[in-house]
């Protein structure tokens, strides 16, 4: 599937190297990074979805009940007692690390293509006007395995690409269990959504966010919503960054130890017709030390429709398009990450 591929912007790390965190080009100044108000109060925590509880059957009607209760009212949730191994994921942060401790020309073989997104760069940079994120990315097609472009992948640390290989495939997994669980809660069949899964479509988006000294007045991921069914994203190292949108406040994420941050994307917005929303969230930015994160993007197969399921509402009553998802993954692409504006455009009649 041909997509239109993201403008050419300078290297974040590289900037940030030069004048040590200390000059912001004017591209990248964001005055209303600061303009909104951010969550002091540590009760806003998500919720923590137990894995172990929802596959054991003493405990899982309890724990699916939080799960639907964290899809209605937060759309994100943190996944403990998973079944990625400890030594799986430490393996992938030691190689996420030593990918971004390349000098910038090594890194550079990886560089993205014109007109694709897979490779090293950036994303959603659709003008030479807009303001840019203060952020290097390397985006990955990983699922279905067809899809795998390896030139993209490093092949520089020992071993990265089985490892890249093997949580792919986990993920995958655990993302499958989840969604037929939260179809169950919908009052769905549990195959329901995990049909359209079949073949689903898999991406990585490897984040490295350099620090800045004005930090306040930069941003790493700007405010958007995800375009996916669901994003699983791990912290790579220590540093915070992470918040999402409740009420209008931005509430800091603090990742638990070994635990993946779960969102729910635009098309599970679209599928239950609005019931599940998507979150806006963003990503700030430290003064002191660079943040790396993984986040795993899981959508349905190419050749599934997206739109609201027709068990869940009445003919009439949708609020949403149904279009084939290669059309909506060239709208979503070629749009400028904005919020949840993106969400419009796949309204029947935008408000």
Known sequence: MELVGSLPVPNVQ??????????????????DVSADPVSSNGGDAIPVIDFSRLMDPQFSLTESQLL?????????FQLINHSVSTELIERMKSGIEGFFKLPLETKRKFAQQPGQFEGYGQLFVVSEEQKLDWADVLYLNTLPIESRDLRFWPDLSPGFRDTLDKYSL????????????????LGLK????????????????????????????????????DGDLL???????????LQIKKNGIWVPVTPLEGAFVVNLGDR??????????????RAV??????????AAFHSPSLHALIGPLTELVESGDEIYKTVDHENYMRLFFSSKLEGKKFLDQMRLHPS
């Open 170 to 185: 986990e993920l995958n997994q655990i993302v499958h269990s989840l969604l037929a669980i939260i179809a169950k809660n």
């Open 14 to 31: 590289a900037l940030a190297a030069s004048s040590n965190g200390g000059h912001v080009p004017p591209r990248y100044v964001r005055p």
């Open 231 to 241: 994003t699983m994203v791990l912290q790579v190292n220590d540093v915070q960054g």
């Open 190 to 225: 549990p195959e329901a959504i995990t049909e359209k899964c079949k073949d689903g479509v898999q991406s990585v988006r490897i984040n490295y966010y350099p620090p800045c000294l004005q930090h306040n007045e930069v941003i790493g991921f700007s405010p958007h919503s």
């Open 285 to 294: 930015i430290n003064p002191e030390k660079e943040r790396l994160s993984i």
């Open 68 to 76: 639907a209760q964290a899809c209605e009212e937060w759309g994100f």
């Open 268 to 281: 599970f917005q679209i599928f239950t017709n609005g019931k599940y929303k998507s979150i806006e969230h």
